[in-house]
């Protein structure tokens, strides 16, 4: 079964360009998340999709980032215009809904999107 | 303000030995906490998940124990093997299905 795969594996962009990062979830997982780390500090929740709809979005940085989940499939981060301060690895997350099962969620993640901002 | 930390950014080991992670929480009361390991160029995987009314959890060499009283996780690894060296991360559930992650522990285990 593949896992979850993000697109590009890297992006160099000058600060006020565009840069839209792509994740495919595993087939079936209805929850997808969205994760950045910035340089030395740690991994930070963006927000979560359960299939198209958002169901938190308190960690996105401000509205130069859009994330979409059209279908209920892939995810799309967009960040418009960038700044130097977005640089950094963005993961992508996905999982089952076993709460009821076993009271949580396991999330797999992807190998990240290495964005460089100049 | 909420933080979670982990013992020192760098941990050596020699190969054999038991390797303890820590991690410290304040300000959060969760219902389990998560460890993953990290890989360079790779995203987090999951290895243990333990709950709030656990006091241990065990998968082959591993182990975590979770004390809410003291808001404090270890994590061993018995028998520690150079293909063990990774970056080791704590994790709790703050609010729904979000993960808020630790500073992360980097180990290397040494011939």
């Known amino acids: 079964e593949a896992g979850v795969t993000q697109f590009p594996s890297h992006s160099v962009i000058e600060k006020g360009q565009t840069v839209t990062l792509r994740c495919d979830p595993i087939?079936?997982?209805?929850?997808l998340y969205w994760y950045r780390r910035v340089m030395g500090k740690e991994i930070k929740f963006l927000l979560h999709?359960?299939?198209?709809?958002?169901?938190?979005e308190s960690g996105m940085p401000n509205n130069r980032f859009l994330a979409e989940r059209t279908g209920g499939t892939y995810s799309t981060l967009k960040v418009q215009p960038a700044e130097l301060e977005d640089s950094g690895v963005y993961f992508c997350?996905?999982?089952?809904?076993?709460?009821?099962?076993?009271?949580?969620?396991?999330?797999?993640f992807g190998p990240g999107t290495r964005l460089t901002v100049l | 303000s909420q933080k979670i930390e982990q013992n020192s950014e760098a941990l050596n080991i020699q190969e054999g030995k038991t390797a303890t992670l820590t991690c410290n929480y304040t300000n959060y009361s969760p219902a389990y906490l998560q460890w993953y390991r990290q890989d360079p160029g790779r995203g987090p995987v999951f290895l243990l998940l333990i709950r709030e009314n656990e006091k241990e959890k065990r998968k082959e060499r591993l182990k975590v124990t979770f004390d809410t009283t003291l808001k404090q996780s270890l994590f061993h690894i018995t028998a520690s093997q150079p293909a063990d060296s990774a970056t080791y991360l704590c994790a709790l559930n703050t609010g729904g299905n979000k993960l808020t992650f630790g500073t992360g522990t980097q180990l290397k285990v040494e011939l």
């Open positions: 087939s079936g997982h209805d929850n």
């Open positions: 999709f359960v299939k198209e709809s958002k169901q938190d």
């Open positions: 997350a996905s999982s089952q809904d076993l709460r009821m099962i076993s009271g949580y969620n396991e999330q797999f």
